[in-house]
């Protein structure tokens, strides 16, 4: 367990196999006012973060600009898999002008995060690709139970470019309760397979709020269940004071301006 607090670094290579970052491979402290540029960081298997790979830490005020993250499963801009507590939480987390890209669970801040995620996540110019499921603009998988709130995607190329890449998301790929003051805008969300949303792609098997939402001048395109801001809800959903503007398309069925399905 360590702090760290006051870091900046720029030009920095990292590669590994398993839990591989920028910063911390694998952690359980706090990274504080962290400002990353020119960062690379590849592994050959599971848990590549651009900061952290395998995390339960408190991560705060950090940036990364300017940067490639590749790996396979559980990769993120910021943070690969975030467990989460109630002193370990994630804000302010900003990522500018990088490309994240890996398998399944790929996400431009996080991979996946399981809990305390709900502080304010913005990524900006980037591009985000994955070859499997469940990729986000924030966030590939957030089934653990973080509400998504104030989350910011803009200018920015969220693709699943497998045969059958399904559960791609502007925010989330596969979300969790709660999707509110969030805004999404010239992005194009564009995947091979099913439930691709212009917020979230597929939902858990809980009910969805969606509030206060901005979806503008946005791209949506997937096969089936394809939605303006939700691809598959899969339960009850409930949308209030949202907005969207853009195009939406679907090869075969359950295509909506706002649900697919």
Same mark, same amino acid.
């Given at each position: 367990t360590a702090v760290m607090d006051n870091i900046?670094?720029?030009?920095?290579?990292?590669?590994g196999n398993y839990r591989v970052g920028g910063l911390v491979g694998e952690g359980t402290?706090?990274?504080?006012n962290t400002n990353a540029d020119d960062i690379n960081v590849t592994g050959n298997y599971e848990y590549i973060g651009g900061?952290?790979?395998?995390? *339960?830490?408190?991560?705060?005020?950090?940036?990364?600009?300017? !940067?490639?993250?590749? +790996?396979?499963?559980?990769?993120?801009?910021?943070v690969a898999y975030q467990l989460g507590s109630a002193n370990k939480t994630t804000k302010n987390l900003t990522v500018y002008n990088s490309n994240i890209s890996g398998t *399944?669970?790929?996400?431009?801040i996080e991979g996946a995060i399981? !809990?305390?995620?709900? +502080?304010k996540h913005e990524i900006y110019n980037s591009t985000i690709i994955g070859t499997g499921d469940r990729i986000g603009g924030v966030v590939g998988d957030n089934a653990g139970g973080s509400e998504s709130n104030y989350r910011k995607v803009v200018n920015c190329e969220i693709r699943g470019i497998g045969a059958n890449s399904r559960t791609v998301g502007g925010i989330a790929g596969y979300g969790h309760s709660k999707i509110s003051s969030s805004y999404i805008q010239n992005t194009k969300i564009i995947s091979n397979g099913s439930c691709i949303g212009g917020l979230v792609g597929e939902n858990d098997n809980l009910s969805l709020s969606v509030g206060n939402n901005y979806a503008v001048d946005v791209k949506i395109e997937g096969y089936n269940n394809v939605g303006g801001l939700i691809g598959n809800a899969k339960t009850t959903?409930?949308?209030?004071?949202?907005?969207?503007?853009?195009?939406?398309?679907g090869l075969n069925s359950n295509v909506g301006g706002l649900v697919g399905t």
């Open positions: 900046r670094m720029e030009k920095v290579t990292v590669h402290g706090e990274i504080l900061i952290i790979g395998n995390s *339960n830490s408190k991560l705060d005020n950090i940036n990364l600009n300017n !940067s490639n993250i590749n +790996g396979q499963d559980f990769v993120g801009g910021i *399944n669970n790929v996400g431009g399981a !809990s305390y995620g709900s +502080g959903i409930s949308l209030n004071f949202n907005y969207l503007s853009g195009t939406i398309a």
